[in-house]
């Protein structure tokens, strides 16, 4: 578990599943990152939790930590396409605005650069997305390249962690 001032971060599972449909099933959500049956949602947290036993990081559910409900995720994901582990984020709408996707990323990144000791850490942003841009800048994150994810035209930013704010320490 990961813990900020005012969320609790916890490895996904399939347990998530219909919070995880139902995120996904609002539009303004979902125009990024796309929705989720209840068997590509299965599918998808089967491959997160893979993912935290083979690498030891994965997509985190996001808590508010005084009453324990789940506003979102965020966490990273390895690309094997890309070489790369990128830092992902996506919120319910009630929660936007909130500060909650920086407050979150920037704790995954510590742990990330810190207790994990990655080098570089990107983000994945499809094209529109201003608020995922503004986050991303607002944690030091640069452009690297454009790219094509999952079909999708994007953006790639990094943080290396000698640029990290925290400079790489847990």
Known sequence: MIFTERLRLRPLSGADAAWWVELH???????????????????????????WAERGHGLCAVELAA??????RCGLNWWEEFGETEIGWTFARPHWG????????????????????LRRITAMIHH????????????????LRPDVVLGRACTVYALDRERHPAGGRP
């Open 25 to 51: 099933a609002d539009q303004e959500v979902n125009r990024f990152v796309g929705a989720y049956s209840p068997e590509q949602a299965a599918a998808r947290l089967l491959a997160i939790e893979t993912q």
């Open 67 to 72: 009453t324990g409900e789940v506003v979102g």
């Open 98 to 117: 909130q500060g909650y996707a920086s407050e979150a990323a920037r704790a995954v990144l510590d742990w990330g650069f810190g207790t994990l000791g």
């Open 128 to 143: 529109g997305n201003a608020a995922s841009v503004t986050v991303a800048e607002r944690l030091g994150f640069t452009e």
